[in-house]
């Protein structure tokens, strides 16, 4: 990120108005792989490659570390276990309300070490909205790409082999659900390292274009067949595919924090009836029109990969944690206080560094975002009496001050409206002045600061 701010200042650049059309495929320029050379010893990044859309509700990656490591993905790594929704904003904060999907050939495996396949980079390839794999054991190729609520995947199996789809709903208390004569999975986890209400779900929900020809639940590690349905500490769900000689394999999945009826709701505004082409060119083209707002002049293509893939990195946190419901309204499941209430709401992340360079360059370059993420702050204090100074999904304890502040100050200043700034204001103030219950809430000391 610092390596992309001072590109800022030595390359000359044009800066177009949010209307201005892409006519350069900018996406070749960025390289999610960039930070993932990395582990907990030695930092380099600590960085997984996002497939998704700016400021998207969910991201996908490729795992190659274990259920619950914050390392998710290193490059290093040379076995990939599942491909895997997550929201984790650093491996030091964690991540929640996220589950993978596996295909495996010939032999039935689904725990996570036994069900891993061998990789290459030879023969990966990434894009902010486009992943695509080989897995070597299993002969098979996985693709997929993301929306912003939902994700699209397209596996080719080879042929002669039994072909499975293995999901993992993950530990801490999970519930699946095989629906055969639909040819659908639902399901929900509630994995979390900390920052939820007691009735926090991430619900999700699976539609594949091929009938099943068996399914399996599992539980830990039991598996039983003929099972539709499974709840408990560790649950997940297997199918297998008939039709063999179709070997392509088209999966719809999508998620919500509402309910299993926001979930289906967001897939068929995301997905609808397109192809997994149609979809992958869609999320190109949305990834060029951010990108295109800043061209750069004069730069060497290394350049332009180290400014393009920071930009990418720029536009992923804070997430939008809010959905539109059936009614066309903004809405949001409130980390703070579990209901579900209307207006924005983003989060995953900890203002304590971002405000002296990310936030100020949002003001400049994505001032619509800022004022949305503004009104998002406003929810947050109305909904749990702070403002945030580390969010992931609600409070955490992780950074002192208040840091919030400026980037309040920065947007209003700046000229941006459209949200409440007098319960801003107020929040600034309490967070300033009020003792703080605890360390996950306002400024330890103010008393004494003061």
């Known amino acids: 990120m610092k390596s992309f701010f001072a590109l800022l200042l030595l390359i000359p650049m044009v800066i177009y108005g949010k209307e201005k059309k892409s006519q350069e495929d900018l996406t070749r320029w960025v390289n999610p792989l960039v930070g993932t050379m990395t582990r907990p010893s030695l930092s380099n990044g600590n960085l997984y490659p996002a497939i998704a859309l700016p400021w998207g509700m969910n991201f996908w990656t490729p795992q190659t570390g274990k259920m619950g490591n914050g390392w998710i993905y290193q490059y290093t790594k040379n076995k990939i276990v599942g491909f895997r929704e997550t929201h984790q904003p650093s491996p030091w904060i964690g991540d929640y309300g996220a589950f993978s999907i596996m295909p495996v050939t010939g032999k039935l495996k689904f725990q996570e070490a036994d069900r891993a396949s061998w990789f290459s980079h030879k023969r990966e390839t990434v894009k902010p909205y486009y992943y695509r794999v ?120 999508a998620s ?142 992780s950074m002192i001050g208040s840091n919030s502040a400026s980037i309040i100050a920065d947007s209003y200043l700046m000229g941006i409206r459209g949200y409440d700034i007098k319960t801003l204001y107020e929040g600034i103030m309490k967070n300033s002045v009020r003792e703080a219950p605890n360390n996950f809430l306002g400024r330890v000391g103010a008393k004494y600061y003061n």
Not at 169 to 197: D, L, Q
Not at 265 to 292: P, Y
Not at 380 to 391: H, R, S, T, V
């Open 134 to 253: 080989f897995l070597g054991n299993y002969a098979t190729w996985v693709e997929m790409t993301a929306t912003k609520r939902a994700a699209y995947f397209r596996i080719t199996y080879p042929a002669g082999e039994p072909s499975y789809l293995v999901l993992d709903a993950f530990f801490h208390g999970s519930y699946v659900k095989v629906i055969p004569g639909k040819h659908e999975i639902i399901g929900y986890c509630r994995n979390n390292s900390g920052g939820v209400p007691a009735n926090f779900h991430n619900y999700f929900v699976l539609k594949f274009m091929t009938p099943f020809e068996r399914v399996w639940t599992w539980n830990d590690s039991s598996l039983y067949e003929n099972s539709l349905e499974r709840k408990g500490n560790h649950a997940g769900a297997v199918v297998e595919f008939k039709g063999l000689d179709k070997k392509v394999i088209e999966i719809e999945v």
């Open 256 to 397: 919500s924090f509402i309910s299993y009826d926001q979930a289906w709701l967001n897939l068929d505004r995301e997905i609808g009836g397109a192809s997994f082409d149609q979809i992958k060119e869609r999320n190109k083209e949305v990834w060029n029109k951010q990108l295109s707002r800043i061209r750069i002049e004069g730069a060497t293509d290394a350049q332009k990969t180290t400014f393009y893939t920071a930009l990418y990195h720029a536009m992923l946190f804070p997430r939008e944690f809010y959905e539109i419901n059936k009614s066309d309204q903004i809405v949001h499941y409130s980390p703070y206080n579990g209901k579900v209430l209307p207006g924005y709401m983003f989060t995953d992340t900890g203002f304590w560094d971002t405000f002296r360079a990310l936030f100020p360059f949002l003001t400049v370059m994505y001032p619509d975002v800022d004022s949305h993420m503004m009104a998002g702050l406003v929810n947050a204090y109305k909904e749990g009496g702070w403002l945030p100074e580390w969010a992931s999904p609600g409070y955490r304890n």
